[in-house]
Every structure is written in structure tokens, then in C-alpha cells.
């Protein structure tokens, strides 16, 4: 039951809010009203003039007879659905370790920890938050609706409706994703696993229900869909706001120093160190023993295996992730056309992303360089031993997903069956390899920044971009050797397999004298 108008309480928490937005408003810089509408102004035109030409040019693009042929599959819908529900199971694990109501630590100390409602200061950033989910999945129904209606396979008004539906889809992902902030860790992952369970169940009805029911062929049930949708979206966020109160001190510290570190460190530069501040600690599983007695690659392989088992969420999404983008890259060897090439780009560096908490290990032996070797193994004996485990556990969920793609393609030859099953297996060393050679990259050379200047700028940055950016421009041309070697047959995978890795082994012991030096 709310308060009255008149409760001390509520009048002593609007006095503060009132002086509090006093001093936030007389700070140096602040924005008038008018450089508000300004702002609103500015972004409108934007959108008017830049966003919709553009987007209409993609959509128009992608009207090609290798993509609209995908757009106009059957389970076209179904998938829709599922990988929204999936998407909304990955938010729920992501808020645990960065939520959508967080403010900078300052922030969340004095205002989030004082005798104010969190409500009050927290709904700020949490709507601003929706705009990534909302922006997103907008964003991609208007390029398929626009793809559609270009090639006068559905109407604007499907198109219309769809993108409407995406909207609604978006409000419950922001919702999805302030419960991952808001539950304890078992609760958490429970709603994450019944959540992506629920999309592969859906995804498997001959009717499509959720937002793939609005797709711009759904004809008559796009509308109440697309309505009902908007609605509950609407209404899950609404409902979220009083849970704001109900979010843990403890919980929005954490998030927010954890944060703020992680950018402090990419304006710097370093994207490796951003990813490390950024990493969660250690929350369940502390109690389980990490040594034992056996061969050398079994101890290895248990220290990695607890070691994923001590963050849950990370390695969950690590693993869902993993099975994901290896559905997409056999799906793109299998396709062609732009589809196909995007495809297997986001599959190639979604495998080296879901990589990440698999390879917790082959960082911890890179940063024992130039210490004691106190058991007897140097730095380079411990990176190979830390390899194995990810390699496999890789290799395993690649073929998974792999193979799912596979089994769900009629009409392809089996020797292109078996190309989508051998190249997210065979990408699987590689990324392990480059993992070491990535952990071992050691800070920036300060030559690197020395000042470039022509007649467009200074352009220093760009050799910065690129030692920042080289792991990801050797894990694409890594993937697209193995793609192309595909077509040849499963010698010449091995083969590159082989060279790929002896290659990059030499490049990283070069890593490790300098760092040793």
C-alpha cells in the first residue's frame, strides 16, 4: 500500500531528491532544457536522415535469391522465437555480473545506499538499458521486414507490425535481464536454463507462437501478436520498478566498481585488461579440491575443469555460446551469399569469444613467466597443459553445434554436411592457440603511439587499433584458411590445421622472450 501525499516520509525523500537534483544541476557542463531538446532534436534527424536510408539500403541488398530463400523458410518463425527466449536465458546469466540499473560507484554509494527509494534513483539507468535490447531487436526486423517487402513478399503493415513485436520482445529481455541482477545465483540459472530449454521447445512446434508469430508472413495473427507483445513488455517493465528497491546493496557496488574499472581500462587501450577487471569472481565450488595425484594432463585437466565450475554463469554462457556460433559457421559453409559470409564471421569469433572462460588457465601460466618454476613445469609446459581441456571441451561443443546444423539441412550433399561438422572441430586448436598467443601479448609498445600527422590528422590510431585488434584479424583469417581448405576434403583441413598451429606457436615463443627479457 503506497503512502499518502502528505507522509513525512515520502515528503522527507522528495526534499532530498530535491536538493540533490539542485547540486547535479549546477555541476559544470550540465545540460539546460533546452540542450536537452536539442539533444532529442539531434538524434530524431539522425534517425530520419541516416538510421532509415540506411537500413532500407541493407534490407534492399539483402534481397538476393541465396538470402530471401532463408527469410521465406517455414521454421523461419520458430527460430525467431527460439533465439529470443535463448537471448533472454544469456541477459538472465549477463546480469549477475553487469545488470541494466547500475550507476557509477560514487552514485551507488551515496544516493543507491542512502534513506532514498532505490526506485527513485535507479530508473534512470535501467530505461536507459532497454534501449539495448529494444534497439537491437528493432533494428533486426526492420532489416527483415524491409528484405521482405522488397521483394514484395509481405506488406508494410506485416512489417510494420513485426517490428512493434520486437519492440514488446525487447521491453521483456530488459525485464528478463533485471532479473539476472536481482535473483540469487540458483534461482538465476534455473530461469536462464528454463528459458532456453523453452525457446528449443518452441522452436520445435508447427505453429509459432512469441514474437515469431508477428513475423511479416503471419498474415492476420501478426497484429494481436505484435499488440500483446508490446503490452506485456510494457507491463513487465512497469513491475520492474518497484523491484528496483528490492535490489542489493552488495550487488550494485560490485557491479558498479567492476564497471567502471573495465572501462577505465579500454580508454587506455588495453582490451585485455578490460576484459580482466570485468571477469567475475569465483561463487561457487570454493571448497572442492583442485589437486590430486595422476598423470600431469589428467591434474591439468580437473584444475581446469574446477576452475570452470567455480564460475557458473561465465562458463554457461561460455558453453551456450560456443554451441551457438558453431551452428552459425556450419550453417554459413553450408550457404552462400552475404548471409553465408556473415554467418561464418559471427560464428568464427563467437567460438573465439565463448573461448574466454575456458582458457582461465592458459592466462594463469603466462602470468607464472619469469617466476620460480616451484612444481617443476615452466611457463610454456603449463600453457600446453592448461590447452588440452579447452581444446576438447571446444572441439565437443563445436561438433554439437555443428552437427545440429547438419541434421536439420535437407537437400545439402553429404560431403557438405561434413564440412559444417569439420570446421568448428577443426577451428577448436587453433583458438586454443591463439589464446596462448594472446595471453602472452604483453603491453603496447610505446611506439606505437607516436604521433602519425598528414593533411586528414593524426593517424596514430590506426597501428593502434590494429595491435589492439590482432588477435581477432588472425582468428578471421585462421577461420577462412580452414573454410577454404574444407572444400578440398578432410586431409587438407588437417593439414592447415597443422600449419595454423605450428605457425602461431612460433609466433608466441617470440611473445614469451620478450616477456621473459
Not at 51 to 68: E, F, H, N, S, T
Not at 265 to 272: A, K, M, P, Q, S
Request: some cysteine; hydrophobic content about 60%.
Amino acid at each position: 500500500m503506497s503512502a499518502p501525499a502528505d507522509h513525512p516520509d515520502l515528503r522527507r525523500e522528495q526534499a532530498s531528491m530535491g536538493a540533490i537534483r539542485e547540486i547535479w544541476a549546477s555541476r559544470r557542463g550540465a545540460r539546460t532544457r533546452a540542450d536537452v531538446a536539442y539533444l532529442v532534436y539531434l538524434v530524431v534527424l539522425s534517425i530520419a536522415i541516416l538510421v532509415v536510408p540506411l537500413l532500407r539500403a541493407i534490407g534492399v541488398g539483402m534481397a538476393r535469391p541465396d538470402v530471401v530463400p532463408v527469410l521465406l523458410a517455414g521454421t523461419a518463425p520458430q527460430v525467431v522465437t527460439a533465439v529470443a527466449l535463448v537471448v533472454a536465458g544469456a541477459l538472465v546469466l549477463t546480469g549477475a555480473t553487469r545488470g541494466p540499473a547500475l550507476l557509477a560507484p560514487f552514485f551507488t554509494a551515496t544516493l543507491a545506499a542512502g534513506p532514498l527509494r532505490r526506485r527513485a534513483v535507479l530508473w534512470r539507468p535501467f530505461a536507459r538499458a532497454l534501449l539495448v535490447p529494444v534497439l537491437g531487436l528493432v533494428t533486426a526486423a526492420v532489416l527483415i521486414g524491409t528484405t521482405l517487402v522488397t521483394v514484395d513478399r509481405a506488406g508494410l503493415a506485416g512489417a510494420g507490425w513485426f517490428a512493434l513485436a520486437a519492440a514488446g520482445s525487447g521491453l521483456l529481455l530488459g525485464a528478463a535481464w533485471l532479473l539476472g541482477e536481482l535473483l540469487p545465483g540458483t534461482w538465476r540459472r534455473l530461469l536462464a536454463i528454463a528459458l532456453s530449454l523453452l525457446g528449443l521447445a518452441l522452436a520445435a512446434l508447427p505453429v509459432p507462437v512469441g514474437p515469431g508469430a508477428a513475423y511479416p508472413l503471419a498474415g492476420a495473427m501478426a497484429m494481436p501478436w505484435a499488440i500483446g507483445l508490446t503490452l506485456a513488455g510494457i507491463i513487465a517493465v512497469a513491475a520492474c520498478i518497484p523491484l528496483l528497491d528490492r535490489l542489493r546493496g552488495e550487488v550494485l557496488l560490485e557491479q558498479a566498481v567492476r564497471w567502471e574499472a573495465a572501462t577505465a581500462t579500454v580508454t587506455t587501450g588495453d582490451l585485455t585488461g578490460a576484459a580482466g577487471a570485468f571477469r567475475a569472481r569465483a561463487s561457487t565450488g570454493r571448497r572442492l579440491p583442485v589437486i590430486g595425484g595422476g598423470p600431469l594432463p589428467l591434474v591439468y585437466a580437473r584444475r581446469d575443469a574446477i576452475a570452470w565450475l567455480r564460475t557458473p554463469e561465465r562458463t554457461v554462457i561460455g558453453l551456450i555460446g560456443a554451441i551457438g556460433a558453431a551452428a552459425a559457421l556450419g550453417w554459413g559453409v553450408l550457404a552462400t551469399g552475404p548471409l553465408a559470409w556473415m554467418a561464418m564471421a559471427t560464428g568464427i569469433l563467437g567460438l573465439w569469444m565463448a573461448s574466454s572462460p575456458l582458457t582461465d588457465g592458459i592466462r594463469h601460466a603466462v602470468h607464472t613467466l619469469g617466476a620460480p618454476p616451484l612444481l617443476g613445469q615452466t611457463a610454456a609446459a603449463q600453457a600446453l597443459l592448461h590447452s588440452l581441456a579447452p581444446m576438447l571441451l571446444l572441439a565437443a561443443v563445436g561438433g554439437l553445434g555443428g552437427a545440429a546444423v547438419a541434421l536439420g539441412t535437407t537437400g545439402a550433399e553429404q560431403v557438405g554436411l561434413l564440412r559444417a561438422v569439420l570446421v568448428p572441430v577443426a577451428l577448436a586448436p587453433v583458438l586454443v592457440a591463439l589464446r596462448v598467443h594472446a595471453a602472452a601479448k604483453g603491453p603496447m609498445p610505446l611506439k606505437l603511439a607516436t604521433p602519425i600527422p598528414t593533411a586528414q590528422g593524426d593517424l596514430s590510431v590506426i597501428p593502434m587499433l590494429t595491435w589492439q585488434s590482432d588477435a581477432i584479424l588472425l582468428v578471421l583469417l585462421a577461420g577462412g584458411v580452414l573454410v577454404l581448405a574444407s572444400w578440398l576434403g578432410p586431409l587438407w583441413i588437417a593439414g592447415a590445421v597443422a600449419l595454423l598451429v605450428l605457425g602461431i606457436v612460433w609466433l608466441t615463443r617470440s611473445r614469451f622472450r620478450d616477456l621473459r627479457d
